[in-house]
């Protein structure tokens, strides 16, 4: 799963179904700052190279699927036996690369 930042428009969620690439993608360029600001509620970054993503948002990003929500969930609990998901937040970690 591959989430997008396009510019001029949102923030779009690619190949919702594939959970074993979950990475944010943003434009060649993008700072701290606007990262920040394409983010919004979705996440907060950690510095330039990784960002902690709301499941919450997640899920709003995704199909309105019970299966895929399901996946979803599992997805973050694998993650969570790697350390990354915040434990006061439930935030998951996600690489970011810049494309």
């Known amino acids: 799963m591959i989430v997008r930042v396009v510019p001029g428009q949102a923030v779009v969620l690619d190949d919702p179904w594939d959970f074993r690439r979950f990475k944010l993608q943003v ?44 996946a979803l969930a599992e997805m973050i609990g694998k993650a969570a036996a790697h350390g990354w998901v915040d434990q006061a937040t439930g935030a998951v970690r996600a690489h970011v690369e810049q494309v």
């Open 27 to 70: 434009p060649a360029g993008t700072d701290a700052e606007a990262l920040a600001t394409a983010l919004g509620d979705l996440g907060r970054a950690a510095g330039i190279d990784a960002v902690w993503m709301s499941p919450g948002g997640l899920r709003g990003l995704g199909p309105d699927d019970g299966a895929w929500h399901q």
